[in-house]
T-cell receptor, first 112, second 113 residues
């Protein structure tokens, strides 16, 4: 595909459940980023991958959040024991140059 | 915490008018970027200005950067209804990594036809 894709586009879950959010970056982009955006706020950095490794995971709020990128392409953001406060739009971006990130449409997560 | 703060939070103008949005940041940077977001979903990169540049143009967009005041402005000239969106400034968080962008809260622009 031409752009970054994210699945699912919407996810509704119950408090305490486990969720996985998927990101397919632009082909050839070595860098991949996850952000979280709450209503009325700008995106908040979570984690950045360079290739298969997490170059910076300083934005992950706690150990319930984990992300992987095992083959250096697709990435999965995993959230354990979801809480209502995790409800947000989760944005993925990829880039070949740190100076311009290409964003996907996001996954809207709602925790009931 | 968010470094960039856009001003105003919301802006409503008529088609054809110019729109100016401002951004202030806290720490030293080597570049600043502006992004646009429609309907609360994916962001689109608009323009990047480096710390050694004072002004940059791209089509109807003009960005200025004043590193002494730690501020930037985005001007959209001859606005169109399709420019209605939220606009964010973003700066690299070098305390973390070059890939770690810090976004402001955004300016919500409404252009009325």
């Amino acid at each position: 595909g031409a752009g970054v894709s994210q699945t699912p586009s919407n996810k509704v879950t119950e408090k305490g459940k486990y969720v996985e959010l998927r990101c397919d970056p632009i082909s050839g982009h070595t860098a991949l980023y996850w952000y979280r955006q709450s209503l009325g706020q700008g995106p908040e950095f979570l984690i950045y991958f360079q290739g298969t490794g997490a170059a910076d995971d300083s934005g992950l709020p706690n150990d319930r959040f984990f992300a992987v990128r095992p083959e250096g392409s697709v990435s999965t953001l995993k959230i354990q024991r979801t809480e209502r406060g995790d409800s947000a739009v989760y944005l993925c971006a990829s880039s070949s140059d740190v100076n311009e990130q290409f964003f996907g449409p996001g996954t809207r997560l709602t925790v009931l | 915490s968010q470094q960039g703060e856009e001003d105003p939070q919301a802006l409503s103008i008529q088609e054809g008018e110019n729109a100016t949005m401002n951004c202030s940041y806290k720490t030293s940077i080597n570049n600043l970027q502006w992004y646009r977001q429609n309907s609360g979903r994916g962001l689109v990169h608009l323009i990047l200005i480096r710390s050694n540049e004072r002004e940059k143009h791209s089509g109807r967009l003009r960005v200025t950067l004043d590193t002494s005041k730690k501020s930037s402005s985005l001007l959209i000239t001859a606005s169109r209804a399709a420019d209605t969106a939220s606009y964010f400034c973003a700066t690299p968080n070098y305390g973390g990594s070059q890939g770690n962008l810090i976004f402001g809260k955004g300016t919500k622009l409404s252009v009325k036809p």
